[in-house]
């Protein structure tokens, strides 16, 4: 069974550093082709998806946000890490990982963690 | 922000069929295939159409997708209760050089 599941603070002040992380199982990120994505939603508003990292390293980024997101994984501890930088109330969202695999749309995200929110409040 | 234009909104009685838009460019639906996810406010996510027709195991057929150059759709035929949630499209952009979602639908059972 695949599962994934993210974790990090629940609150962060404006313009301090975000790090999430998706622990997952069920499944390796050493198998070709595979991927794992971050996205998320803020309140009232649509799915936006930030960034991926495949299972040769690849990584990219949502343009937007490019500058601020850092992807990176640790293969051994089944771990995939989200680090977005210089905070704003305006990230406040719940953030999901998600599995793909395949390059492109591929065959879509097929399995997604609960998410976890995070507010961005002084 | 959203470069996949979906309606904001749509909805239909228990039984009617319902068909959501998705609407693109030649970097993203005109270039790839199209995903549909099914949301439900406080929980994950699914994935409900893949490669703009398939179905994952699991998923009722009532749910079909189809693309047609750079739009895309997902028809709900015989809507029931717990179909009413958010409905996103999403693809890969070549110009982006990233996925994109769709502004999402949220359907509503009358």
């Known amino acids: 069974q695949v599962t994934l599941r993210e974790s990090g603070p629940a609150l962060v002040k404006p313009t301090q550093t975000l790090t999430l992380t998706c622990t997952f199982s069920g499944f390796s990120l050493s198998t070709s082709s595979m991927c794992v994505n971050w996205v998320r939603q803020p309140p009232g508003k649509a799915l936006e998806w930030l960034a991926l990292i495949y299972w040769d390293d690849d990584k990219y980024y949502s343009t937007s946000l490019k500058t601020r997101l850092t992807i990176s994984k640790d293969t051994s501890k089944n771990q995939v890490v989200l680090t977005m930088t210089n905070m704003d109330p305006v990230d406040t969202a719940t953030y999901y990982c998600?599995?793909?695999?395949?390059?492109?749309?591929?065959?879509?995200?097929?399995?997604w963690g609960q998410g976890t929110t995070v507010t961005v409040s002084s | 922000q959203s470069v996949l234009t979906q309606p904001p909104s749509a909805s239909g009685t228990p039984g009617q069929r319902v068909t959501i838009s998705c609407s693109g460019s030649s970097s993203n639906i005109g270039s790839d295939t199209v995903n549909w996810y099914q949301h439900l406010p406080g929980t994950a996510p699914k994935l409900l159409i893949y490669?703009?027709?398939q179905r994952p195991s699991g998923v009722p057929d009532r749910f079909s997708g189809s693309k047609s150059g750079t739009s895309a759709s997902l028809a709900i035929s015989g809507l029931q209760s717990e179909d009413e949630a958010d409905y996103y499209c999403a693809a890969w952009d070549d110009s982006l050089n990233g996925h994109v979602f769709g502004t999402g639908t949220k359907v509503t059972v009358l």
């Open positions: 998600a599995r793909s695999y395949s390059g492109g749309s591929g065959y879509g995200m097929d399995v």
């Open positions: 490669r703009n027709h």
